[in-house]
């Protein structure tokens, strides 16, 4: 079984409907880590001091499958499409451990999408 992770970024306000609308789209569970960053657009100051918008950096773990419906599902409860609401993208996984919960789950999903 061939596994992928999307890494998503999204601003707090955002992190519940994106993992709502994997979890709906066939994705198993999230990771959530707090984080800030900055991108093209300048943050926001305030008499001086930057104000940093927090974001989240969400992980999931598929099956190869499972992405693209997954990414998709993401793109659009995300916004994405919206200038500085996130950005998504896919890295294939060499080994995982850990899994013999979700095993059962990921082979059933494949053989539906076969």
Known sequence: MKLNLIVAMVKTTETDRIVDA??????????IIPA????????????????EAQTDVVLFLLEEGLVDSVLKAIYEAGRFKEPGTGIAFVVDVERAVGLQSQIKYFKEKAEESS
């Open 22 to 31: 994997a979890k709906a789209s066939g994705g198993t569970g999230a990771t």
């Open 36 to 51: 800030r960053g900055t991108g093209i657009h300048e943050a926001k100051t305030f008499f001086g001091l930057t104000l």
